[in-house]
């Protein structure tokens, strides 16, 4: 099993940047890929990106040249930087990790980006 917590959500308007964190409660090593989704009200989760154990990323259309994502194996944790953020990006992000075969999550953090 592996637990995850996520931080650094908040108000932001738009234009702004935020930088969250997922921590995970063992080695990375250990995890296969991670990633970062998102659910805004009335709508489906959506991936946002994701990273290989290898290092390998990918985004989707949304986040293409605005967001980063990058992993800290020794801080067991992996980030999601958001730059130019707009209104439509308020949401729940949510972490997600791929261990043995079964996908873990996070409880979310809550963005939310002011027009």
């Known amino acids: 099993q592996v637990q995850l917590v996520e931080s650094g959500g908040g108000l932001v308007q738009a234009g702004g940047s935020l930088r969250l964190s997922c921590v995970a409660s063992?080695?990375?090593?250990?995890?296969?890929?991670m990633a970062w989704y998102r659910q805004a009200p009335g709508k489906q989760r959506e991936l946002v990106a994701r990273?290989?154990?290898?290092?390998?990323?990918y985004y989707a259309d949304v986040a293409k040249g605005r967001f980063t994502i990058s992993r800290d194996n020794a801080k067991n944790t992996v980030f999601l930087h958001m730059s130019s953020l707009s209104p439509e990006d308020t949401a729940v992000y949510l972490c997600?990790?791929?261990?043995?075969?079964?996908?873990?999550w996070g409880q979310g953090t809550q963005v939310t980006v002011s027009s």
């Open positions: 990273i290989t154990r290898a290092g390998a990323t």
């Open positions: 997600n990790a791929e261990l043995w075969g079964t996908s873990y």
């Open positions: 063992r080695t990375m090593s250990s995890i296969g890929a």
